[in-house]
């Protein structure tokens, strides 16, 4: 399958925003589509990097091994975020292991077209700018976390920091992480065992801090109290 249905779809995604119809519709004609059950691998490190992928539903994890074997998770990814990037455009390796959370559907574009896409179309660059620029402040903040908070403030920044990031806003104030987050996938990004980040989420969802819904989305409730926890 190429691409989406209709090309003006694409705009709502913040690599392609602000391209214009035909510019949307050049894009569309290049892209390949595909679907990846959960579980599924999409990329590993030992992989050349031939291909981008943009995420239009779903929810990928991005890990690496260390040295001891133990899996550390990177980032969780969601609807808008591109992965493989970085490979296609210097023609290095993977940088780490990229992996379907669940049923998720992305759409995929070669290194020499999107190569060609950056240098025709300017604003894909400036987009793919801005969305490295956001990953690598969220990884910044939690480098920062990790080695200042507790897991309170750990998994109550994690979440304010997707919420900023990825967050649909509710018409009563909240803000819904369109990410499908279980304890395990938390407790991999703050650096906390699952039965303790359970504890954590448990107590704020009691005090209606946050909400946890049956497929795993986390709605934020009450930011102020998160953000306390943050100092």
Known sequence: MTGVADPADL???ELFRGLS???L?????LLGRTTFRAGATIMTAAQPGEIAYVILDGTLKVSTLEAGGRELTLA???PGEIVGELAVADRSGRSADVTALEPSTLVW?????????RRDIPAITENLLRLLARRLRLANAQLQAMATLDVHGRVARQLLALADALGEELPDGGARIPLRITQSDLAALVGATRVRVNEVLVGFTRRTL???DAKHRITVRNRGELEAYVG
């Open 11 to 13: 705009g709502k995604l």
């Open 21 to 23: 119809a035909s510019e």
């Open 25 to 29: 519709a050049r894009v569309n004609a």
């Open 76 to 78: 969780l990814l969601g």
């Open 109 to 117: 574009i070669d290194r020499g077209s999107f190569e060609g896409l």
């Open 210 to 212: 946050i909400e946890v």
